[in-house]
Every structure is written in C-alpha cells, then in structure tokens.
C-alpha cells in the first residue's frame, strides 16, 4: 500500500514540473503543402521593373548638339585687319604731346597764418580756421614762399613775386578732440577738458605767375 502511495506522489510530481512535448518535425512537414502557380497566375504577374540583361551589354548613349545657321542667310565671322605697332618715334611723340596738354608738375610752399604748407594741385589740405570763408569760395594764397617744377626751382626772397595758389574752400570743420587732464597731488584736484580745434579744408586748384621770377635750373642727375 505505502509502495502504491509513492509511486503515486511520485508520478503527480512529475508530470508537475515536466516540460511541454513538441510537435514531432515530421507532424510539421505533413501539414505544409508546396507552393504552385498556375499558367495564367504566371502570365498575370507584374513585369520585372528592371530589364533582364547583362550588364556588359549596357551601353552609354551620348547626344551631341551642333548650332547651325538658318538656311536663309549664313553668318560668318568676319576677319579682324592684323594690328600694326607704331614706330617708337610715334610713340615717344604721342607721350610728349599728352604731357604737355596735362601740365607740368608743379608744386609750392606756401604760409597760411603762422604755418607752411607743401600744395600740390588737385589736393587738399587742412589749415588753420580761415574766418570769413564760406563753403565753395575761393580764394587766393599769395605768400608763396617756393615753387619747384622737374627741371627748375624759384625760391623766394622771402616770396616768390607775383605768385599765387589759387583753392577753393571745401569744409569748415573741427579738427578730433583733444584731452586736457590737469592733477594735483595731495589736494583732490581732477580736472578733465576736451578741446577741437577749429580747421578749414581747401583744395589747390592751381599756382600761377612763378615763370617771370628767376629760377635755378635743377641738374639732370644728383651728385653721388
């Protein structure tokens, strides 16, 4: 009876804790039928997207474009005449003749108050305030002091008589700010001051009346 009990419990315990029996392999096989298109299934199929050919069959396609003319009337590129150089004579004569309609390089010294100013023409140059100078006046410097060409030079004794620089005023302005610190020691003494000048800007337009005074002539090479 005891032996009956035990193999009982025994038999209860093992069908417990036993793992689930799996499908037999050959159960699964039975059940899976193959797969078979018929003739019209396969003539109803999509096309392939690709085509089915080789790769080195495959070859590149390229166009060339050629511009032709319309058949009423034909364009030609007409022939440029060949560039002949001038003589060197031409040349030389040319350049000499621009220079001498330009205007020879001139510059001069002059004094506008208690300073001196090297002018040329065309430039601009900042002076002391001008008083009574309006904007777009011109005026007259006649305290030319040097005039210098490329080949002479008229120095003044003190002046050059009868010269003059002619401007014309541009701008009346004030010049950038100064600072004027003031400090002393031991007094708490701090004191701060800006200051602009006033200037005027004006633009040489020419010098006149240096060719009557006698000039120095300039040597064609420096000494060494």
């Not at 003319?69 to 560039?83: I, R, W």
């Not at 040319?94 to 108050?113: H, L, N």
């Not at 305030?129 to 005026?139: H, P």
Request: aromatic letters at 6%; one cysteine or more; charged letters at 25%.
């Amino acid at each position: 009876m005891a032996s009956t009990l035990g193999a009982t419990a025994l038999s209860s315990v093992a069908a417990r804790f036993s793992l689930p029996r799996r499908t037999p392999i050959a159960v699964l096989s039975s059940k899976v039928r193959p797969l078979s298109l018929s003739s019209t299934e396969v003539s109803s199929s999509p096309a392939p997207l690709l085509p089915l050919r080789p790769l080195s069959t495959c070859t590149r396609v390229t166009r060339k474009w050629k511009l032709c003319a319309a058949s009423d009337g034909t364009l030609e590129p007409e022939e440029a005449p060949p560039v002949v150089p001038e003589p060197v004579e031409e040349q030389l004569a040319g350049s000499t003749a621009a220079d001498a309609a330009k205007g020879e390089d001139v510059f001069a010294v002059v004094m506008v108050g208690s300073r001196q100013y090297i002018v040329f023409p065309g430039r601009f140059i900042h002076t002391q305030r001008l008083k009574g100078a309006n904007v777009d006046d011109k005026i007259i410097l006649n305290k030319v002091l040097l005039v210098g060409t490329r080949t002479k030079a008229y120095i003044g004794q003190p002046v050059v008589t009868n010269a003059a620089v002619h401007a014309v005023v541009e701008e009346q302005g004030l010049d950038r700010k100064v600072i004027i610190f003031k400090y002393k020691k031991k007094k708490n003494y701090r004191r701060t001051i800006g200051h602009r000048q006033p200037r005027t800007r004006i633009r040489i337009t020419g010098i006149t009346g240096y060719q009557d005074f006698p000039a120095e002539t300039m040597p064609e090479t420096l000494p060494a």
